[in-house]
């Protein structure tokens, strides 16, 4: 079955840096397109970041376009969340997500989502 | 971009049917596929719904969902509520730059 575990989330301090990882089992992880969507604390869903099944394509969101890198790692089947420059409005629990679409540039909906991982920036 | 606005709040007794709205600000809601995800307090998201009406293997089929271009929304209806079905439910769409959009959330209560 699949099976997404993220890591890498605490505490830091604004300005400072993180790295999250996403830990894939249970489907051929080189073939599909992977997604980071966080949740502040009492807010909804905000879309992070996604990238292609083969790494060539890399899209994100406003708020965080510039301070956060996504990049993956097909030989160990994992996917990473750089976090730069972070403020205090980056704090919430940050999921991965696998595509639905197979080998496909159009990454539009996740069918699996890992249990997520909290990251609180704070002084 | 456009944004997606859904209610608050919705709230009914078991065995009745409820239904969530998800309205397009700009742009056809045709355009793009919309999907929705239900949140249990303190879980991940789970998709219920996925490219306007299809549905993942393993949900009910006490969850659909439709598109209606003359609101330019989208809808996601559950029947015969139980109370396992409250949780949030979030509407997601995307634009034409692969960037995600997810509406605010509604929080279904399950009197």
């Known amino acids: 079955q699949v099976q997404l575990v993220e890591s890498g989330g605490g505490v830091v301090q604004p300005g400072r840096s993180l790295r999250l990882s996403c830990a894939a089992s249970g489907f051929t992880f080189s073939n599909y397109g992977m997604h980071w969507v966080r949740q502040a604390p009492g807010k909804g869903l905000e879309w992070v970041a996604v990238i292609s099944y083969d790494a060539t394509i890399k899209y994100y969101g406003d708020s965080v376009k510039g301070r956060f890198t996504i990049s993956r790692d097909n030989s160990k089947n994992t996917l990473s969340l750089q976090l730069n420059s972070l403020r205090e409005e980056d704090t919430a629990v940050y999921y991965c997500g696998k595509d639905y679409y197979l080998t496909s540039p159009a990454m539009h909906l996740c069918d699996y989502w890992g249990q997520g991982i909290l990251v609180t920036v704070s002084s | 971009n456009f944004m997606l606005t859904q209610p608050h709040s919705v709230s009914a007794s078991p065995g009745e049917t409820v239904t969530i709205s998800c309205t397009r600000s700009?742009?056809?809601?045709?355009?793009?596929?919309v999907q929705w995800y239900q949140q249990r307090p303190g879980t991940s998201p789970r998709t219920v719904i996925f490219e306007d009406s299809r549905r993942p293997s393993g949900v009910p089929d006490r969850f659909s969902g439709s598109v209606d271009r003359s609101s330019n929304s989208a809808s996601l209806t559950i029947s015969e509520l139980k109370t396992e079905d409250e949780a949030d439910y979030s509407c997601?769409?995307?634009?034409?730059?692969?960037?995600?959009?997810f509406g605010g959330g509604t929080r279904l209560t399950v009197l």
């Open positions: 997601q769409s995307y634009d034409n730059t692969n960037h995600w959009v």
């Open positions: 700009s742009g056809s809601i045709a355009s793009t596929f």
